[in-house]
């Protein structure tokens, strides 16, 4: 990959993320890190073995509408971003010692990415169907044993997901940035297509062939 010292991989929750960054990083002996980890905004709100919903978590899922969601989440990642920023120079600058960073979030807004000045760093952001979303979320919170409110907070999640991948991937287009559909590729595939376009890219973000 040239001479990058820091991958950025965005997109929408549930598209894979973290699964194709543990997945690069590895492949390249990189370390991998989340946005989430910096600052969590209200987390996923169905209940797993080593989760359970907050009152607050609920609260916020339950009571705003999804513009009222799109809006918090985007001030969320805005508030974030000088942190995410640092990190990034940080480790693109060599003022960490060691290897390299996979960097995977929904806070990589593609527009604040696009005008990152910093040197060693590609990025590309995966999408996925919205069917694909759905299926995903509904397996991880055990949707038809779910009760009607557990339903309801879902339903809300994933209508807030959809709507950021379409403003995400409007965003990413009118950049001309790189983007790949998750479809129905395999991890390995999707490694490969990811270090691929990467290779090719000749700024932040875009391919030699302009996107």
Same mark, same amino acid.
């Given at each position: 990959m040239h001479d990058v010292r820091v991958l950025l991989i965005g997109g929408t929750s549930n598209a894979g993320k973290s699964t194709v960054a543990q997945a690069v990083a590895k492949k390249l002996g990189f370390e991998v890190q989340s946005t989430d980890k910096l600052a969590r905004h209200p %987390? !996923?709100?169905? !209940? $797993?073995p080593e989760w359970e919903v907050p009152p607050h978590v609920a609260e916020h899922y339950g009571s /705003? $509408?999804? *513009?009222?969601?799109? $809006? +918090?989440? /985007? %001030?969320h990642y805005e508030r974030l971003w000088p942190r995410i920023e640092d990190l990034i120079t940080a480790y693109a600058t060599g003022g960490t010692v060691g290897a390299g /960073?996979?960097?995977? %979030? +929904? #806070?990589l807004w593609p527009v604040r990415v696009a005008k990152l000045k910093v040197p060693h760093t590609a990025a590309v952001w995966l999408t996925a169907d919205d069917i694909v979303l759905r299926a995903r979320m509904h397996a991880a919170g055990h949707y038809e044993a #779910? $009760? @009607?409110?557990? !339903?309801?907070?879902?339903d809300k999640f994933l209508a807030r997901t959809e709507r950021y991948q379409t403003l995400m991937l *409007? #965003?990413?287009d009118r950049l %001309?940035? *790189? !983007?790949? @559909?998750?479809g129905g590729r395999s991890v390995p595939? /999707?490694? *490969?297509?990811?270090? #691929?376009t990467v290779d090719a890219q000749k700024t932040t973000g875009r391919s030699s062939s302009g996107r």
């Open positions: %987390g !996923r709100p169905w !209940r $797993t /705003l $509408t999804v *513009d009222e969601l799109i $809006t +918090s989440v /985007l %001030g /960073l996979v960097l995977e %979030g +929904s #806070a #779910a $009760t @009607e409110e557990e !339903r309801h907070l879902m *409007d #965003a990413v %001309g940035l *790189d !983007r790949l @559909e998750v595939e /999707l490694v *490969d297509a990811v270090l #691929a």
